[in-house]
């Protein structure tokens, strides 16, 4: 059977602790997951770890691990680090996904959800909703490279292009044109133990199995295909989501894994 992480009931904050905003409990250190693999590893002697959580050398370690399953929870589920916040817009029709320092929203993003609504010049007043369509019908429907300073519709198709997307009308030069967007943001490097655990705790579990596969998907003497391939399988099922083969195969060189070899 597979961990599951359990909520613990709400603790009072000690000084220097900040609350999640998703729990009502003092957020969860990635110390927690680190100490349930090492676990599952039967790896709990601090002092003689085969797969040490951080790594004075630099070599990867179950810190670097854990980032990765991060990057890839974020991949696979977008809604992780969602985010709806107002966003500027480029001229013309061609839009990049948000960038803080271009479109004035507090993250950058790894990919484009959802287009909500027209905001007026001041970027907070609601304005006309804006409406999905697929970029072919969006190019044979509409009158292609018409420029205004309200938009109504939008397409992405990140198969194609992740860091791009359009809106019709596209946006007329020297124009202030705003929309509340929502994005899937770059999620936060954690740096040691200690440090919280970037995504909503609901993700833990995942973060775990995928942890327990990339361990054991290396190429050294405690590798398991077979047990990796599960854990791989568990980390989808957790998150209700169907992986590219191309995640499973081949057995990976370098990492954590063959830094134990």
């Not at 202030?176 to 970037?198: C, G, L």
């Not at 405690?222 to 599960?230: D, L, P, R, Y």
């Not at 099922?237 to 370098?254: C, E, M, N, Y």
Request: aromatic share 10%; proline share 6%.
């Amino acid at each position: 059977a597979f961990r599951v992480f359990r909520r613990r009931e709400a603790a009072p904050p000690e000084e220097g602790n900040t609350r999640s905003r998703w729990e009502g409990r003092i957020a969860m250190l990635c110390s927690e997951i680190l100490r349930s693999v090492s676990g599952k590893l039967q790896d709990e002697d601090e002092g003689a770890r085969r797969w040490p959580w951080e790594s004075a050398s630099g070599a990867y370690s179950l810190m670097d691990s854990l980032n990765a399953a991060v990057r890839e929870i974020v991949m696979q589920r977008p809604d992780a680090t969602a985010r709806t916040e107002p966003m500027r817009l480029e001229p013309g029709m061609m839009q990049r996904i948000t960038r803080a320092d271009i479109h004035m929203t507090s993250r950058n993003a790894v990919s484009l959800i959802n287009v909500i609504q027209n905001l007026a010049p001041d970027g907070n007043t609601p304005g006309r909703p804006v409406f999905r369509v697929e970029l072919d019908a969006l190019r044979t429907a509409a009158a292609w490279g018409k420029a205004g300073v309200r938009v109504e519709n939008w397409a992405y198709s990140p198969l194609d292009n992740r860091e791009a997307f359009w809106v019709y009308p596209g946006v007329e030069s020297g124009r202030d044109v705003w929309i509340e967007a929502v994005y899937s943001a770059e999620p936060v490097r954690a740096a040691t133990p200690s440090d919280r655990f970037p995504l909503p705790e609901s993700f833990a579990n995942a973060a775990y199995l995928w942890m327990l596969f990339d361990v054991l998907a290396g190429d050294h003497s405690e590798s398991n295909f077979a047990k990796a391939q599960a854990f791989l399988q568990a980390f989808a099922q957790s998150l209700g989501v169907k992986l590219q083969t191309d995640l499973a195969f081949p057995i990976r060189q370098g990492g954590v894994n063959d830094a134990q070899a």
